[in-house]
């Protein structure tokens, strides 16, 4: 396959700003049961092999994990502090759980990327519950190889990229749509 | 009136990463016509007077305006790098144009607060448009004082707080809740 064309400007813009640990870190935007938003900071651990769509990961105790089984669509925003550059992408999501059956080796290899100190979060009590008692959050450390049940690999399948560049005088924006297995772009007003 | 609870630790959170610029930036998460999410990064403008509603400014020629008066929900996803701190604040937004009656000083002062590199954006061709000339970008500079048509007052009105502080170990979160005029806490599992 070939890459879709806003890989190359990611690619670039995580290159420029890799001295800033956050600059993995984006904003995903989901539609909570009631047709509310919400909004969260999220982790960017890199690409599907082979693929455009964008890997993190999830507890499927999550409010998240439920949102997205009520309404597949996400947008994420991705701020690039030095480069003062700004990714809106937005697309399906998909949850990867122990159940799945095509993707379980992608589940495994991202709970094998993930640090010591992020797997074991996963097997802490459940998120957003009542604060549980301190010694919950010392459970044992959880197995390298294998990920723990609530551990979900999340997948956003890019559908369209808005990218506004702020430091061109006039700022640059470009838009790039999916259509019938093409990506076109379209240059637009800041 | 008495502040929001919440309100000390955004203070405090502005105060400790004020050496970033875009500690001031936050994601604000709408829902588009077809129910999809829509996420993009705005500039924080402090609070409305007298209230603990956050404010920014908008285009009424932008997406983000034709959404918020379709659906009125907002979060903001808020993330402070040199604190390792997120807050997301779920409430209703509000528009305020050139036709609001109650809160036109409160327009009128928002524009009179920003840049004059901000204000001349509002005097750009329309966001999202099919690229305009060059000349577009170079309009005469607006009024220091009176707004331009297009321009918005945003409001959000906070029914719910999310603090998460990544930093403890293990994490802390915290959540609050408005209900009939007042705030609670609870201390939740991060």
Request: net charge neutral; aromatic share 10%; proline share 8%.
């Amino acid at each position: 396959m070939s890459l879709a064309p806003w890989r190359s400007l990611i690619a670039r813009a995580l290159h420029r700003n890799r001295s800033l640990p956050y600059a993995r870190y984006v904003q995903l935007a989901t539609v909570r049961p009631d047709g509310k938003p919400a909004n969260r900071t999220i982790v960017f651990r890199g690409f599907l092999e082979e693929t455009d769509h964008l890997k993190f990961v999830t507890d499927d105790r999550s409010e998240k994990t439920q949102q997205i089984a009520d309404c597949p669509w996400g947008e994420v925003c991705w701020y690039f502090p030095n480069t003062r550059e700004q990714f809106r992408i937005a697309g399906k999501l998909k949850i990867v759980d122990r159940a799945d059956e095509t993707l379980q080796k992608a589940r495994q290899q991202a709970w094998q990327d993930m640090s010591e100190a992020a797997r074991v979060q996963f097997a802490w009590a459940s998120p957003g519950q009542a604060r549980a008692d301190l010694e919950t959050f010392s459970p044992p450390i959880p197995s390298q190889s294998d990920p723990l049940p609530q551990f979900c690999l999340l997948l956003l399948e890019p559908i369209a990229v808005d990218h506004l560049e702020l430091r061109g005088d006039p700022q640059n924006r470009h838009q790039y749509h999916f259509n019938q297995g093409t990506w076109r772009v379209e240059s637009v007003n800041p």
